[in-house]
């Protein structure tokens, strides 16, 4: 089982991110997804999870800003972060729920 993540970076508060994971090794379409965030110092947060219906659920901290989707026929999960304040800061990272498989984790950094 592989979850390769891909975007994060650094953005102005107000901006917006889109971070990707792609999956392989595991039936994508009927897993349900998550990512979190861990910010240094601090634990790992739960922020969103889709379920293989598509059925979606968030944190409060991010609800109405995040949204997180799904592509079945790429075996890739999205979330889709908009005005990105500087307590987003953290390293996120994506799960396949009920598992040990992680993704690797990319940065997301929020500063002016």
């Known amino acids: 089982v592989q979850l390769v993540q891909s975007g994060g970076g650094v953005v102005q508060p107000g901006g917006s991110l889109r971070l990707s994971c792609a999956a392989s090794?595991?039936?994508?379409?009927?897993?349900?997804m998550a990512w979190f965030r861990q910010a240094p110092g601090k634990e790992r947060n739960f922020i969103a999870l889709?379920?293989?219906?598509?059925?979606?659920h968030y944190h409060d901290s991010v609800a109405g800003r995040f949204t997180v989707s799904r592509d079945n026929g790429k075996s890739t999960m999205y979330l889709q972060m908009n005005n990105l304040k500087p307590e987003d800061t953290a390293v996120y990272l994506c799960t396949v729920i009920s598992t040990n498989y992680w993704g690797e984790g990319t940065q997301v950094t929020v500063s002016s």
């Open positions: 889709i379920r293989a219906d598509d059925s979606t």
């Open positions: 090794g595991i039936a994508f379409s009927s897993s349900a």
